[in-house]
């Protein structure tokens, strides 16, 4: 199996079968890196010399998941109009997806002054950069990202899911399992809640009630294959030998495109 950019952590699960449950839970929400946060509302700006043109190839760019390129042509874009925040947040993106993570931050922080702070774009970019500082383990700024962001768009179920995720990596499950209710209350199909939630719950001990989360993310998202590994372990801490081998058989089976969620 060949591990690309964003594959990284995969080959851990595999030497290991499952590997640390921590290294788990970072494949399954790390790695698929969010593209609707990809979405700049608006309003849109368009700077000097800048057509609708140049927008629609950018934005075609974008849903091609072409980064390169995305950062050439804001750059292009942004020789015009250097103060123009969509085109400075798709950068940070681009960034982002490259795993430039310091340099993504800075065009957030740039992309936040030129914004409206009571505004969803606010929010949107705060999510951005709170999701970028955690891949650099600079948890206490996530976690300040995340609750700016929750102060604007409370309803933001996906931020709580991210909120619990800063939660687990701190080693407080019970405030994980919280945030994840929260997201479940305001979205009940959320598959990342629910497998978020049962990995909480198997840190803490809660194997019933954590086979039923991953149960629940599964019959959701059927091809999801983080559940599928929590649920194994759940298995092989109760004692349940062949059910936890199936479990970790049929993620195996899923592999790297279960993991992309």
């Not at 509302?41 to 057509?51: A, E, V």
Request: hydrophobic content about 40%.
């Amino acid at each position: 199996m060949k591990f690309g950019r964003r594959d990284r952590g995969m080959r851990a699960i595999w030497t290991n079968r499952v590997g640390d449950i921590s290294e788990a839970v970072d494949i399954s929400q790390l790695l698929s890196k969010d593209r609707s946060l990809f979405v700049f509302p608006g309003p849109r700006r368009l700077g000097t010399n800048m057509s609708e043109n140049d927008l629609e190839a950018l934005h075609r760019a974008i849903r091609e998941m072409r980064d390169h390129e995305v950062i050439r042509l804001c750059d292009r874009l942004l020789e015009n109009d250097p103060a123009n925040a969509e085109i400075l947040y798709y950068k940070g993106q681009a960034m982002a997806n490259l795993d430039r993570f310091e340099e993504a931050v800075k065009l957030f922080d740039e992309t936040l002054q030129l914004t409206d702070k009571t505004s969803g774009n606010f929010a949107n970019i705060m999510v951005a950069k709170g999701n970028t500082l955690l891949m650099l383990e600079r948890l206490d700024e996530a976690e300040t990202c995340y609750d700016q962001a929750l102060s604007i768009k409370p309803f933001w179920g996906q931020v709580w899911v991210e909120r619990a995720r800063v939660a687990f990596r701190r080693q407080r499950f019970q405030d994980s399992v919280k945030y994840c209710d929260r997201a479940i209350s305001i979205d009940s199909s959320d598959a990342r809640a629910w497998n978020s939630k049962a990995f909480a719950l198997l840190q803490l001990s809660q194997l019933d009630q954590c086979i039923e989360c991953a149960q629940k993310a599964i019959s959701i998202k059927s091809d999801y294959t983080a559940p599928w590994i929590c649920m194994g372990q759940a298995y092989e801490r109760k004692g349940q030998a062949n059910r936890a081998r199936e479990c970790f058989e049929k993620a195996q089976r899923l592999g790297q495109a279960g993991m992309r969620f």
